[in-house]
C-alpha cells in the first residue's frame, strides 16, 4: 500500500490545521491506521491511531484532548484534525499502516509509511 500525506503548513498558536493521509489498494478498511511525528534532533513518536472501523481512536498524552484522528474507508484516506497547535507540536508528520486488528503505539509495528508533511507552529 501506499500512503500519502498532505495538510502540512505554518500556523499560529492556538490555530488549527487539518492533515490528511490517502492510501492505494483495495484493503485499507482492514488497517489500523496511525500518525507519529517527528521533531528536530527527536525521534519519531506515536500521535494517534485508529481502528479499522473508527470505532475506536488512541492518543499520545501530549495530544489528547487536541487532536482528532478519523477515517473515511470510502476514500481510502485518515484524518488528523489538529486543533490548539502549539509550538512544540512543530514536526514532520507522517501516516502509518499496519496489517492487524489491534491499533498500536510502537512505530515498529507498523508496516507501511507516508513520506512526512511538515507542520509549523510559530509562538
Known amino acids: 500500500v501506499q500512503l500519502q500525506a498532505s495538510g502540512g503548513g505554518l500556523v499560529q498558536a492556538g490555530g488549527s490545521l487539518r492533515l490528511s493521509c490517502a492510501a492505494s489498494g483495495r484493503t485499507f478498511g482492514s488497517y489500523v491506521m496511525g500518525w507519529f511525528r517527528q521533531a528536530p534532533g527527536k525521534e519519531r513518536e506515536f500521535v494517534a491511531a485508529?481502528?479499522?472501523?473508527?470505532?475506536?481512536?488512541y492518543y499520545s498524552d501530549s495530544v489528547k484532548g487536541r487532536f482528532t484522528i478519523s477515517r473515511d474507508n470510502a476514500k481510502n484516506t485518515v484524518y488528523l484534525q489538529m486543533n490548539t497547535l502549539k509550538p512544540e507540536d512543530t514536526a514532520v508528520y507522517y501516516c502509518a499502516a499496519r496489517v492487524a486488528a489491534l491499533a498500536n503505539v510502537e512505530r515498529s509495528r507498523y508496516d507501511y509509511w507516508g513520506q512526512g508533511t511538515l507542520v509549523t507552529v510559530s509562538s
Open positions: 485508529i481502528t479499522w472501523t473508527g470505532s475506536i481512536a
